[in-house]
């Protein structure tokens, strides 16, 4: 059974924005850590940004300053805004939802960044 369903995914040329967005159930959503990951070809699954259930934000450094993560609680969902996009953003993009090391993945999302 699925439980995170992304979408938003798609072409964008450099400089570019887009947005994904990842539902859940509630009863994961109002506890657990929510996250994106996102994987390159050839390359290790890395991580994107996270959110607690307080609101709390990390993100790795390649994407600060150009990636928001945020929830919208009344649809139980998470929200991944990319503006600035760059070549190197080209990924599949997965949802996480993480508690006490448990974790639920997507299918995942492809983000292509290309002229």
């Known amino acids: 059974q699925e439980q995170l369903v992304e979408s938003g995914g798609g072409l964008v040329q450099p400089g570019g924005s887009l947005g994904l967005s990842c539902a859940a159930p509630?009863?994961?959503?109002?506890?657990?850590?929510m996250g994106w990951y996102r994987q390159a070809p050839g390359k290790q699954r890395e991580l994107v940004a996270v959110?607690?259930?307080?609101?709390?934000?990390n993100y790795a450094d390649s994407v600060k300053g150009r990636f928001t993560i945020s929830r919208e609680k009344s649809k139980n969902t998470v929200l991944l805004q990319m503006n600035s996009l760059k070549p190197e953003d080209t990924a599949v993009y997965y949802c996480?939802?993480?508690?006490?090391?448990?974790?639920?993945w997507g299918k995942g999302t492809l983000v292509t960044v290309s002229s």
């Open positions: 509630r009863s994961i959503f109002s506890i657990y850590v």
């Open positions: 959110i607690t259930s307080g609101g709390s934000t």
């Open positions: 996480n939802a993480n508690w006490g090391g448990i974790n639920y």
